[in-house]
């Protein structure tokens, strides 16, 4: 028997599909479902789809770094694994990987939240009257998707493609829907000073690039699970690319296609902007079209929070298997070898965050997300570019062009957030610093009990 597949180990079961399915499943979710109003806001009319193309470009350039990342170090963690070996033999050596543990205890939980919190919108369309119960309905899908998780990984990748399926599924009746509807003069509505470049314009754009990119996340959710992928070297690298440039065409079309049969100035001004998808198609078909383009959308909703969980479990475990953190979150499951004790705990602080409102999410977790995980990525792309001794893996096409752009795009985002959450950000940054001190003497002083 391999060390793969004997008790007390992961297994590797995710093949090329049920990678990328993961990522799609990660990236759609609800988010696109929901954020169309609040990008069509962001600049007053439909040229706020140059925050998709900004956000495009940006995922695909970010998304290179993820996949050389992931073939030089394919082991579980993503990031943490990624900053602990490429600053190793620095100052900054274990100070970073702490760092991204610490935001991560913010940020994981807030992003699933919102997944659920964007089920929880869309189910008052079919139940208006539990709008006061949105909370719950929030909670509930967290507590289901851990109960789903709570079993073997080779169960889980035959989950996550059915629930991929789905996804895809919805999709395609949306597009189907918008392009047999969609009026060219309705989309391209633009208002008179659409394209008049000002510094109102500049941080429209930025606005409109931030709400893209928290759609566009989670093109790298199978790197937090490297150890249960086969061939991850090259599997993860393949789904990383295959999952960015089919999602980053899906929501061009998909936008497009909504805004050709609701006119923008009706998207951000309705009551209805909770769950503008389900108004376009009962537009188109009725109330049974705004009804079952909401179940799927809740199904898509629950694959996101699924694939989300399913990667951050993953995350605690392994920085307490390398000793950054609690020794109990490297625990696996004595009979179905999954991290029990890090999924629990993640469910349960998930459930916390779902009593934020999905504003308040999306701020928080890209403002905490920005300055450790995606910009240090950055310079630990180079940093293992030296290192490398042996045969390599991928390598991104025309380095070091697509680092460059993606630390503009993540800086230009992180200045659009608004000076508060940039202070947020920074500030939780900081307390980190002290944090990591504070447990640093800890373990001077207690050498036993804090390993």
Same mark, same amino acid.
């Given at each position: 028997?391999?060390?793969d ?10 093949g090329? %599909?049920q ?11 609800v ?9 069509l806001?962001a ?8 925050g ?6 940006l ?7 993820w ?10 963690g ?7 070996v490429?600053f ?14 610490w ?5 994981g939980?807030l992003?699933?939240a919102s997944?659920g919190?964007?089920?929880?919108q869309?189910a ?9 119960y ?6 509930g899908?967290a507590?289901?998707?851990?109960? $789903?998780l ?14 991929w ?7 395609a ?5 918008g ?7 309705t989309?391209f509505?633009?208002?008179?000073d659409?394209f ?6 500049v ?6 690039? $931030? ?6 996340l989670g093109?790298y959710? @199978? ?21 960015? @440039? ?14 050709? @049969? ?9 009551d209805?902007?909770?769950?503008i ?8 078909y009725?109330p049974?079209g ?7 959308i809740?199904?898509?909703a $629950?694959a996101? +929070?699924f ?7 993953r ?5 307490a298997?390398?000793g ?14 999954f991290?029990? +004790?890090? %999924?629990l705990?993640l469910g ?21 997300r920005?300055?450790v ?7 630990a792309?180079?940093?293992i570019r ?7 893996g991928f390598?991104?096409?025309l380095?070091?062009?697509?680092? +460059?752009?993606a630390l ?9 957030s608004?000076?508060?959450y ?5 500030a939780?940054?900081?307390a980190?610093?002290v944090?990591?001190?504070a ?10 009990s804090?390993?």
């Amino acid at each position: 028997m391999s060390a793969d597949s004997s008790p007390g180990h992961l297994h590797r079961s995710f093949g090329l %599909l049920q990678a990328t399915a993961m990522n799609m499943s990660n990236m759609v979710g609800v988010g696109p479902f929901l954020t169309i109003p609040l990008i069509l806001a962001a600049m007053g009319g439909p040229q706020a789809m140059l925050g998709w193309l900004v956000g495009a470009v940006l995922a695909i350039s970010d998304g290179m770094v993820w996949a050389e990342l992931a073939s030089a170090v394919p082991s579980s963690g993503g990031s943490f694994e990624y900053l602990k070996v490429a600053f190793a033999k620095t100052r900054l050596g274990r100070l970073l990987p702490f760092l991204f543990i610490w935001q991560f205890i913010f940020s994981g939980p807030l992003e699933i939240a919102s997944g659920g919190i964007g089920f929880a919108q869309y189910a008052t369309y079919l139940a208006p009257q539990a709008k006061p119960y949105m909370t719950w309905i929030a909670v509930g899908v967290a507590v289901l998707t851990v109960v $789903l998780l709570y079993r073997k990984i080779e169960s889980v990748g035959k989950l996550m493609v059915v629930l991929w399926a789905g996804m895809m599924l919805t999709i395609a009746v949306v597009l189907f829907s918008g392009l047999r509807n969609f009026s060219a003069a309705t989309a391209f509505d633009f208002p008179p000073d659409a394209f008049n470049f000002s510094r109102g314009f500049v941080l429209g754009l930025g606005s409109a690039t $931030l709400v893209a990119m928290y759609d566009f996340l989670g093109y790298y959710s @199978v790197c937090y699970i490297g150890d249960e992928v086969k061939s991850p070297s090259r599997t993860i690298p393949r789904s990383i690319l295959i999952s960015v @440039v089919a999602v980053a065409v899906i929501y061009l079309a998909m936008n497009l296609s909504i805004i050709g @049969v609701v006119p923008w100035r009706e998207a951000i001004g309705s009551d209805a902007k909770d769950y503008i998808v389900s108004v376009f198609m009962e537009r188109i078909y009725g109330p049974a079209g705004g009804v079952l383009v909401t179940l799927l959308i809740c199904w898509t909703a $629950l694959a996101s +929070v699924f694939a989300l969980m399913l990667g951050y479990s993953r995350i605690p475990y392994a920085a307490a298997r390398d000793g950054f953190f609690f020794s109990a979150f490297s625990r696996l499951h004595p009979r179905g070898d999954f991290p029990h +004790v890090s %999924l629990l705990v993640l469910g349960a602080v998930s459930v916390a965050a779902s009593f934020f409102t999905l504003q308040e999410v999306i701020n928080a977790l890209i403002a905490t997300r920005i300055l450790v995980q995606f910009i240090a990525q950055i310079a630990a792309v180079a940093l293992i570019r030296k290192q490398a001794t042996g045969p390599v893996g991928f390598r991104m096409a025309l380095y070091p062009l697509p680092s +460059v752009i993606a630390l503009v795009g993540w800086t230009f985002i992180f200045a659009a957030s608004g000076i508060w959450y940039m202070v947020a950000g920074i500030a939780t940054l900081g307390a980190g610093v002290v944090a990591y001190f504070a447990w640093q003497l800890w373990r001077v002083k207690f050498p036993v009990s804090s390993q």
